[in-house]
Nanobody
Framework: QVRLVESGGGLVQPGGSLKLSCAAS????????IHWYRQAPGKQRELVAS???????NYAESVKGRFTISRDNPKNTVYLQMNSLKPEDTAVYYC?????????WGQGTQVTVSS
């Protein structure tokens, strides 16, 4: 079964850190570009970070310098290290890649940044 599963979300105080994981099954991550998106309540889903098959990365301006996307191909896992978190980072975070039938999304993991 082709599946992406996010984990690592939770409640964190402003200025804190979280590390999200996106684990893939049924596909080989090493030959795929991976993207992290987030969706806050009442807002559309937005692209946060991307990593290519060769490790090139790109970030939304709002998270640049605070978030780091990385991949561990032997573990078939992509990470999103989130530092200096702000309340506006609160959202459900999703990973995405291109699956056999088009875009393949995980179920999402909730990140809440609040005092």
């Amino acid at each position: 079964q082709v599946r992406l599963v996010e984990s690592g979300g939770g409640l964190v105080q402003p200025g804190g850190s979280l590390k999200l994981s996106c684990a893939a099954s049924g596909i080989v991550f090493s030959v795929r570009n991976i993207h992290w998106y987030r969706q806050a309540p009442g807002k559309q889903r937005e692209l946060v970070a991307s990593i290519t098959t060769v490790g090139n990365t790109n970030y939304a301006e709002s998270v640049k310098g605070r978030f780091t996307i990385s991949r561990d191909n032997p573990k078939n896992t992509v990470y999103l290290q989130m530092n200096s978190l702000k309340p506006e980072d609160t959202a459900v975070y999703y990973c995405k890649t291109l699956g056999p039938s088009g875009d393949l999304w995980g179920q999402g993991t909730q990140v809440t940044v609040s005092s």
